[in-house]
Structures are given as C-alpha cells and as structure tokens.
C-alpha cells in the first residue's frame, strides 16, 4: 500500500506516513497542517481536555488512540496542570 500526498502529489510506501496520511516530501498532513501547526492544535486541544476532564480519563483516551505520554516533560507539564486538585496523575 502506499499514500498519495493530495498536495504535491508525491508517493510513499512508508506505513508510518500512510497511517498518519503525512507527505516526508512537504512536510503536510493530508488535512493541510504542517507538522508544527497539528502538534500546536493537539497541545491546545489536550490542554482544553485538561481543564475539564480528570486526568486519568483523558490519559486513557490517549492511549487508544494511540497517543501514549511517556515524555517525563509533558507529565510534568500535564501534573502542574493539576496542582492542588484531587485528579492529580500518581
């Protein structure tokens, strides 16, 4: 299998990029996001979840999605979110 890239028409048989529908040669998604715009949009959109839902919930929704946080950073970043609430992640 391989993925067309809509934009500049480029293909790839790199299953990575045929599973994120991503183009190595324009550095787009198929949607038109630039790698830094979607990590931009998912930030922003986890941090909305964070502000409403408990950790935990939104930690297991990443992860069958496939969006597991492993980074020591970003958990840190996610915990001082939480600071002072009782959903705080152990």
Not at 19 to 45: P, Q, S, V
Not at 48 to 53: C, E
Not at 67 to 83: C, G, L, S, V
Request: some cysteine.
């Amino acid at each position: 299998m391989s993925h067309v890239c809509p934009h500049c028409l480029a293909e790839s048989r790199n299953p990575n990029d045929l599973k994120n529908l991503y183009c190595g040669r324009c550095h787009r998604f198929a949607d038109g996001d630039t790698a830094e715009e979607r990590e931009a949009k998912l930030n922003a959109d986890l941090d909305w979840m964070l502000r409403r839902y408990p950790a935990e919930h939104v930690l297991a929704v990443l992860r069958k999605f496939g969006q597991e946080i492993t980074d020591p950073d970003e958990i840190a970043r996610i915990e001082r979110m939480f600071a002072g609430r009782k959903n705080r992640l152990h």
